[in-house]
């Protein structure tokens, strides 16, 4: 699989909230936020349906905008 320097982007910034919120909260005693608790949920949801497209149904964004926008390496 190959990825385009979008999607590389965005499947780091949401390992970035995935992972740095929780860390946040236990490590450094950061004050329970509910705006944080939301953004975590939709980072999560967000991997998740990242997950299913590309190991389960090995899709692409691309293959479901149409492969116009796509950069085909």
Request: hydrophobic share 45%; with cysteine.
């Amino acid at each position: 699989m190959t990825y385009t320097n979008k999607e590389k982007f965005l499947i780091f910034t949401k390992l970035m909230l995935f992972l740095g919120i929780p860390v946040l909260y236990y490590l450094f005693d950061y004050p329970p936020n509910t705006l944080m608790d939301i953004t975590w949920v939709i980072a999560f949801a967000m991997l998740t349906k990242d997950v299913i497209l590309k190991i389960f149904l090995k899709r692409q964004y691309c293959d479901i905008d149409g492969g116009e926008k796509c950069d085909k390496e």
